[in-house]
């Protein structure tokens, strides 16, 4: 829609898309998160350490790329987690005898590094290629065929991520993509998809926010990021001191609502900030690119340093930052080494607690019904990726973003 | 020739899975490992470790098959300016002090373009810096020194 000179209704339809599903979706975890609090607190070990596969797959399926790249990258990532002390003895491990490493290695600093350091280093590649050129936008408020257009995309969207945002791994993008196919596939004119059709932009976009909404669920019941944002969000509330978990809710009430009520002001925040302030959001793009990363450098430097006040944490950012440059340019995604390092250690934790109540047998992650559920579903999940037509519709999806 | 020629990058990224996969596996060797029942602290890892090593070798031998790309440049000047400003900023923060220490970050940082001329660099970096000072260390109180011991303060 951009190139037709409407980018600016392009992005009110983004805008009021993102708002509606954000309010229902809201709703839906507030009304839904207590209950499924319940069903939690029964999860054993077993269960746990079996949902957790479930997520580490998934987001080895919404990887771009190789699926053998992105499985190295989560047990790596995995393998990072462990850095530090073991739970259960207090035996230090692969810290190298580097003092500084017996807590385990910062996750804001390795987040930072492998996200921020090493996307400012690949930007720095080719910059000759940044020159873009925006038109100027008009015409803002969409049209009245515009929300005639809207409106049904709009509902199935929302519905389409409510539903994917609560499975672990998937989430925002995947529900992104089905709603996107499912719009594509209804609609009388496909041929007007990626030219400028309004249903184009408010399915997706809506399915986005509401599956970013959603899998807010399965983190607030079960302390179990279901993407890699939110193993960010599990970071940040580790860092404050909160474990999360099903007693999130009981024990921290308060916490609880609020993060659910500030889901709902952040989504009426961002269509009141958004739509009269479109026209500069546009200008901004075109600030130079050379201009902005002293002032991320700068601004990362702080935050990592601000969290702990340890210098070391600095050295890992530029460690991990080159780390994550280099795997960047073999073509593996930071993601899911991420999730699998925020998982890590509660993966080898419910790991070695199932096995001890089992007394040693494999087979109670097979015995448990629940937990059985989720291993097939893992191993489903395992086995779609890998078929070659799968693949290269994934990969097909993956291009028209 | 396509079937018999490695992609290096495949090669690299196998090669760099094995590496990793090694070395947690001998760090983990050299700790308890116990049994299924109850595992020690190097159990886990050492599994985690193998599956890595696996998954390299996987990488390598599809790297025969697929069809090879590029790897395009190297932001070598990019590595040269952008990883040392945050170790710059670690080891000057606390004998700085904030202001300097977060000015010179930004200097560093800011040449890794090869578009940043030295005017432009200085006000750019210079307003972040009083902007930071602002926003950081007065609006947000964050219990930084601003200026440093070793600027004798």
């Known amino acids: 829609m951009a190139r037709k000179g409407r980018a600016g209704a392009a992005l009110a339809i983004a805008a009021i898309g993102s708002f509606f599903a954000g309010t229902v979706s809201t709703i839906l975890v507030a009304v839904f998160a207590p209950p499924l609090t319940a069903i939690a607190l029964q999860f054993g070990s077993a269960e746990y350490f079996s949902l957790m596969i479930v997520g580490l797959i998934s987001s080895i399926a919404l990887a771009h790329g190789s699926v053998v790249k992105a499985l190295g990258m989560v047990v790596l990532g995995l393998l990072l987690g462990l850095v530090g002390t073991d739970i259960y003895t207090g035996t230090p491990r692969f810290n190298l005898g580097i003092l500084e490493l017996s807590d385990g290695l910062n996750f804001v600093a390795l987040a930072v590094g492998v996200f921020g350091i090493a996307e400012i280093l690949r930007n720095l590649e080719n910059e000759h290629d940044r020159d873009v050129t925006i038109k100027k936008v008009s015409n803002l408020l969409p049209t009245r065929q515009d929300w005639k257009e809207m409106t049904a995309p709009i509902l199935r969207g929302t519905a389409i991520g409510s539903a994917l945002g609560i499975l672990p791994g998937g989430g925002a993008i995947l529900a992104s993509f089905a709603s996107y196919t499912v719009e594509k596939r209804i609609s009388n004119t496909p041929g007007e998809f990626g030219k400028g059709a309004v249903a184009g932009v408010a399915g997706p976009e809506s399915a986005n926010n509401a599956g970013a909404q959603t899998s807010f669920i399965p983190m607030l019941t079960l302390g179990i990021p279901a993407n890699p944002v939110m193993a960010l969000m599990i970071g940040a509330m580790i860092v404050q001191g909160i474990v999360p978990g099903p007693n999130v809710a009981t024990e921290q009430p308060a916490l609880f609502w609020g993060i659910i009520a500030s889901m709902w002001i952040g989504n009426l925040m961002l269509i009141l900030l958004n739509l009269p302030l479109i026209g500069l959001w546009v200008k901004l793009l075109t600030i130079p690119y050379y201009m902005l990363f002293p002032a991320i450098i700068a601004f990362c430097s702080i935050g990592v340093y601000s969290v702990n006040s340890n210098v070391f944490d600095l050295y890992a950012v530029a460690f991990f930052g080159l780390i994550g440059y280099g795997l960047a340019k073999l073509r593996c995604e930071p993601a899911p080494l991420l999730l699998g390092f925020v998982l890590g250690p509660l993966l080898e934790e419910h790991l070695r607690r199932a096995m001890i109540m089992s007394r040693g047998d494999p087979m109670t992650f097979l015995n448990r019904p629940i937990s059985l559920v989720l291993l097939l579903l893992a191993a489903a999940v395992l086995v779609v990726v890998l078929l070659p037509s799968i693949r290269k519709k994934r990969d097909e999806v993956f291009v028209e973003e | ?153």
Do not use: N
Request: with cysteine; glycine share 14%.
């Open chain 2, 1 to 153: 020739m396509k079937s018999l020629s490695f992609s290096s990058r495949d090669l690299i990224c196998g090669a760099l899975f094995i590496f990793i996969g090694l070395f947690f596996a001998i760090q983990a060797y050299g700790l308890e490992l116990g049994t299924a029942l109850r595992m020690g602290p190097g159990y886990f890892p050492l599994v985690l470790a193998g599956i890595l090593i696996l998954l390299g070798i996987i990488v390598i031998i599809q790297g025969t098959q697929i069809e090879h790309e590029p790897m395009g440049p190297i932001a070598w000047r990019g590595l040269l300016f952008i990883l040392p400003a945050p170790i710059l900023f670690g080891l000057t923060v606390r004998g700085l002090g904030f202001v300097p220490s977060l000015f010179l970050t930004g200097m560093v940082a800011a040449f890794a373009s090869t578009r940043m001329r030295p005017g432009t660099a200085l006000w750019l970096v210079g307003g972040l810096t009083l902007f930071s000072v602002i926003v950081f260390s007065y609006a947000l109180g964050l219990p930084f020194r601003r200026f440093g011991p070793w600027l004798g303060q």
